[in-house]
């Protein structure tokens, strides 16, 4: 199947490395997505040199000035009074105007998620858009959402989730019927919140076509018991971090064995081939780009300390849902659950 060419924003001055790493990113990625383009947002003078020492790289790029960038540290309330010079509101501001299909930064995440928000409103029946990422598993990846965008979730925000993150899960893994479960704090139908008991037995008894688990514990992750983990945006932000500095601190752990004795840096030797497999299969770049899901647009956030190899990863999740036309697929399989509004498919978790 020939693709179609892509046009996508990009913010230049969002990241640890930027505009270097950025601009870095964007030529890797010009290898792998051949019918891709780029609109380049940020400080011209600084992206330019960038730009010119990948050959070919400008053919595939537009610039586009900005005045203003946003730092980390800035509070997202100055950072929207100012908004419409910076780099992020004019990425987002693309994807509204039909510029570009998608925007990619590895800037401020309030900020990028209030801009894009503001600028492209949700989808159709979605009351609240969620941060969407993948997790390594013993069986593969992990669709894991709301990882910190919504610290409070009502009832029909975790519906809404798990239909979203079923359809991501169908285009990033290729999974026919992805597994769907919500976390709690035990498997049992008791247990949990009555938000959570509630959610459950909606999306056991609707219409819709959703393959639904059940209740999964924090171990689950990683065992890739079901193919969708749904939670609200604090208990998965936790999980995320939490699972972020375990993974940290099991290579300083493996690191400080095999540089304690000449023995040990002589055993690395004999396991280095499958040792790095395993660092392959666990690096953190490979998972990189998260999307706010739910918005009118495919918005991806790269983590802000990444290297050029993980930005590309980014612009290629932006990539895949753009190509597969994922908002249409949401829009869809909201639209049957709705279709049952009339019975009041929610009775208490919409307040």
């Given at each position: 199947?020939?693709?179609?060419?892509i046009?996508?924003?990009?913010?230049?001055?969002?990241g640890?490395?930027?505009p270097?790493t950025?601009?870095?990113?964007?030529?890797?990625?010009k290898?792998?997505?051949?019918?891709?383009?780029?609109?380049?947002?940020?400080d011209?003078k600084?992206?330019?040199?960038?730009?010119?020492?990948?050959e070919?790289?400008l053919a595939?790029?537009?610039?586009?000035?900005?005045?203003d960038?946003?730092?980390y540290?800035?509070?997202?309330?100055?950072?929207v009074?100012?908004?419409?010079k910076?780099s992020i509101?004019?990425?987002?501001?693309?994807?509204?105007n039909?510029?570009?299909?998608g925007?990619?930064?590895?800037?401020?995440?309030?900020?990028?998620?209030?801009?894009?928000?503001?600028n492209?409103?949700t989808?159709?029946?979605?009351?609240?858009?969620a941060l969407?990422?993948?997790?390594?598993?013993q069986?593969?990846?992990t669709?894991?959402?709301?990882?910190?965008?919504?610290?409070?979730?009502?009832?029909?925000?975790?519906?809404?989730?798990?239909?979203?993150?079923?359809?991501f899960s169908?285009?990033?893994?290729?999974?026919?019927?992805?597994l769907?479960?919500?976390?709690?704090?035990?498997?049992?139908?008791?247990?949990?919140?009555?938000?959570i008991?509630?959610?459950?037995?909606?999306?056991?008894?609707?219409?819709?076509?959703?393959?639904f688990?059940?209740?999964v514990?924090?171990?689950?992750?990683?065992l890739g018991t079901?193919?969708?983990?749904?939670?609200?945006?604090?208990?998965?932000n936790?999980?995320?971090?939490?699972?972020?500095?375990?993974?940290k601190?099991?290579?300083?752990?493996?690191?400080?064995?095999?540089?304690?004795?000449?023995?040990?840096?002589?055993?690395?030797?004999?396991?280095?081939?499958?040792?790095?497999?395993?660092?392959?299969?666990?690096?953190?770049?490979?998972?990189?780009?998260?999307?706010f899901?739910g918005l009118?647009?495919?918005?991806?956030?790269?983590?802000?300390?990444?290297?050029?190899?993980?930005?590309?990863?980014?612009?290629?999740?932006?990539?895949?849902?753009?190509?597969?036309?994922?908002?249409k697929?949401i829009a869809?399989?909201?639209?049957?659950l709705?279709?049952?509004s009339?019975?009041?498919?929610?009775?208490?978790?919409?307040?």
């Amino acid at each position: 199947m020939v693709k179609k060419d892509i046009i996508l924003s990009i913010d230049a001055m969002g990241g640890d490395g930027a505009p270097k790493t950025v601009i870095d990113g964007v030529a890797e990625a010009k290898s792998r997505y051949p019918h891709v383009k780029y609109l380049i947002f940020g400080d011209k003078k600084k992206i330019s040199p960038i730009i010119a020492t990948h050959e070919g790289l400008l053919a595939y790029c537009e610039i586009i000035h900005s005045e203003d960038e946003v730092g980390y540290e800035e509070t997202l309330s100055r950072a929207v009074r100012r908004g419409k010079k910076t780099s992020i509101w004019m990425g987002s501001e693309a994807v509204k105007n039909g510029d570009t299909q998608g925007f990619v930064s590895a800037g401020n995440t309030g900020v990028f998620m209030a801009m894009s928000k503001l600028n492209l409103r949700t989808l159709p029946n979605i009351e609240r858009p969620a941060l969407c990422s993948l997790f390594p598993n013993q069986n593969g990846e992990t669709v894991m959402l709301d990882l910190g965008a919504n610290s409070h979730c009502n009832v029909r925000n975790l519906v809404e989730f798990s239909i979203m993150g079923m359809c991501f899960s169908k285009i990033i893994s290729g999974i026919n019927k992805p597994l769907v479960g919500l976390l709690n704090v035990g498997s049992e139908e008791m247990k949990g919140t009555e938000k959570i008991k509630e959610a459950s037995s909606i999306l056991k008894n609707s219409d819709l076509d959703i393959n639904f688990y059940g209740f999964v514990e924090g171990d689950d992750i990683a065992l890739g018991t079901v193919d969708v983990v749904v939670t609200d945006g604090f208990t998965g932000n936790v999980s995320l971090k939490t699972a972020e500095g375990t993974a940290k601190l099991y290579t300083s752990f493996l690191k400080s064995a095999f540089e304690s004795s000449l023995l040990s840096r002589l055993g690395y030797l004999f396991i280095k081939p499958s040792l790095n497999k395993v660092i392959t299969k666990t690096d953190p770049r490979k998972y990189n780009g998260a999307l706010f899901i739910g918005l009118n647009g495919i918005v991806v956030k790269s983590h802000g300390g990444t290297d050029a190899f993980g930005f590309a990863n980014a612009i290629g999740v932006a990539v895949d849902l753009v190509d597969r036309n994922l908002n249409k697929s949401i829009a869809e399989e909201l639209d049957r659950l709705y279709e049952n509004s009339d019975k009041h498919i929610f009775t208490n978790g919409i307040q």
